[in-house]
């Protein structure tokens, strides 16, 4: 074989090891989520259409409370249906390190924001950063993943 059949070969080859990389990368978002107040756990998952988070238990219910409605949806066909798994984080898409170009809802406002999510310290937490426009204008919350046991 000819040494330039060979560089092109190994060439062709390493293209699928960068991106298997890159694709495990993106799915470490991937699992249950408890969010910053603990009051809530959001699973994130791969869809087609990017990463998404679906609220799956809520403390107040498991306090022996009735589950709380999406009352303040600025959709009022909404508003009667339960918080309790709603996707609240839809289309994250997953770039250098962080995911972004996703939505953030907010059940306790009705208002939808704009979304990244990044690491912070470790694959553990996980900053969730709504904003309007610019990430610059916006707030974080951090997430610590569930150890699932």
Same mark, same amino acid.
């Given at each position: 074989? #000819?040494?330039?059949?060979?560089?092109? =070969?190994?060439?062709?080859?390493? &293209?699928?090891?960068?991106? %298997? +990389? *890159?694709?495990?990368?993106?799915?470490?978002?991937?699992?249950? @989520? $408890?969010?910053?107040? &603990? #009051? *809530?756990?959001? #699973? =994130?998952? #791969?869809?087609?259409?990017?990463? *998404?988070? $679906? =609220?799956?238990?809520?403390? +107040?219910? &498991?306090?022996?409370?009735?589950? !709380? /409605?999406? *009352?303040?949806?600025?959709? !009022?066909?909404? $508003?009667?249906? !339960?918080? /309790?798994?709603?996707?609240?984080?839809?289309?994250?898409?997953?770039?250098?390190?962080? @995911?972004?170009? %996703?939505? /953030?809802?907010?059940?306790? +406002?009705?208002?939808?924001?704009?979304?990244?999510?990044?690491?912070?310290?470790?694959?553990?937490?996980?900053?969730?950063?709504?904003? /309007?426009?610019? !990430?610059?204008?916006? $707030?974080?919350?951090?997430?610590?993943?569930?150890?699932?046991?």
């Amino acid at each position: 074989m #000819k040494r330039l059949d060979k560089v092109l =070969i190994v060439g062709f080859l390493a &293209q699928f090891v960068v991106v %298997g +990389s *890159a694709l495990a990368q993106a799915d470490k978002i991937v699992g249950e @989520w $408890r969010t910053t107040d &603990q #009051k *809530a756990k959001v #699973k =994130i998952t #791969k869809e087609k259409t990017g990463y *998404a988070g $679906r =609220i799956v238990w809520l403390k +107040s219910v &498991q306090d022996g409370n009735s589950t !709380p /409605l999406d *009352a303040d949806n600025k959709d !009022p066909a909404l $508003r009667d249906r !339960p918080i /309790l798994g709603i996707n609240i984080i839809e289309g994250l898409q997953y770039d250098e390190g962080e @995911w972004n170009e %996703g939505e /953030l809802y907010d059940p306790e +406002s009705g208002k939808t924001y704009d979304c990244l999510a990044r690491f912070e310290e470790d694959e553990d937490q996980l900053e969730i950063r709504g904003y /309007l426009g610019m !990430p610059t204008f916006g $707030r974080s919350v951090f997430w610590e993943r569930v150890e699932h046991k």
